[in-house]
């Protein structure tokens, strides 16, 4: 198989509307973020999703977050609260996932996980892709599992080419994941200090959390 590569910010309306349409059919994706170069497929695709863990030698009971194109898309899929309106208007778009309670549209993309991981990313390109695929996009780092992250276009193609059926290139990145915070307990749980603080994120709160 050989991937098709394309510089994510070159791409024209028809070639974006070329490549929702690739990853609502199936496809896997290489892209940029705000944060880290991710892999990632349409949630729904459950062999997609297979092919990820492959690529990825990523252990079947570490869950993939779900990148999606605004709060709203996010709303739509789990048992929003008010601590989640509170993060999602001061870090969205931006480097912070939070894991939430799905409801009943968004139970089919749990798989077995307590809740649902959900980040809206801020970077252009990828706000513009997210808006036209069918549903969020389960995504993970684009690297082996453990090892770390790849930062440039040549370690994204030499590593994906043949693997990724899309490699969409954004420049060199660097190498912050995003900070992971679990509201599907009764406290705040701070899974991952990522870009964002602990501070931060208990400013925002108003509160301690775990």
């Known amino acids: 198989m050989k991937s098709l590569?394309?510089?994510?910010?070159?791409?024209?309306?028809?070639?974006?509307?070329?490549?929702?349409a690739r990853i609502d059919g199936g496809a896997?994706?290489?892209?940029?973020?705000?944060?880290?170069?991710?892999?990632?497929?349409?949630a729904?695709?459950?062999?997609?999703?297979?092919?990820?863990?492959?690529?990825?030698?990523?252990?079947?009971?570490s869950?993939?977050?779900l990148l999606v194109g605004s709060a709203e898309q996010a709303r739509a899929i789990t048992r929003w609260s008010e601590d989640a309106e509170k993060l999602a208007a001061a870090f969205w778009p931006g480097a912070l996932t939070m894991i939430?309670?799905?409801?009943?549209?968004?139970?089919?993309?749990?798989?077995?996980?307590?809740?649902?991981?959900?980040?809206?990313?801020?970077?252009?390109?990828?706000a513009r892709l997210l808006e036209a695929v069918k549903g969020p996009l389960a995504s993970t780092s684009a690297n082996l599992h453990g090892r770390p992250v790849f930062t440039s276009e040549r370690e994204i193609t030499d590593?994906?080419?043949?693997?990724?059926?899309?490699?969409?290139?954004?420049g060199t990145l660097g190498n912050h994941a995003s900070s992971v915070l679990d509201l599907t307990g009764p406290e705040p749980l701070l899974r991952r200090e990522g870009a964002l603080s602990r501070r931060q994120l208990e400013k925002v709160l108003n509160r301690p959390i775990k």
């Open 5 to 20: 590569l394309c510089p994510i910010d070159a791409m024209t309306p028809a070639q974006l509307a070329q490549t929702a």
């Open 28 to 42: 896997v994706a290489v892209y940029p973020t705000d944060t880290v170069y991710g892999i990632g497929a349409n």
């Open 44 to 61: 729904f695709a459950q062999t997609s999703i297979q092919r990820i863990y492959e690529i990825k030698q990523r252990p079947p009971d």
């Open 63 to 65: 869950a993939l977050q």
């Open 100 to 126: 939430l309670p799905a409801n009943e549209k968004g139970a089919p993309l749990l798989r077995g996980f307590a809740g649902l991981g959900l980040r809206v990313p801020a970077h252009a390109a990828l």
């Open 159 to 170: 590593f994906f080419e043949g693997k990724a059926d899309l490699i969409l290139t954004g």
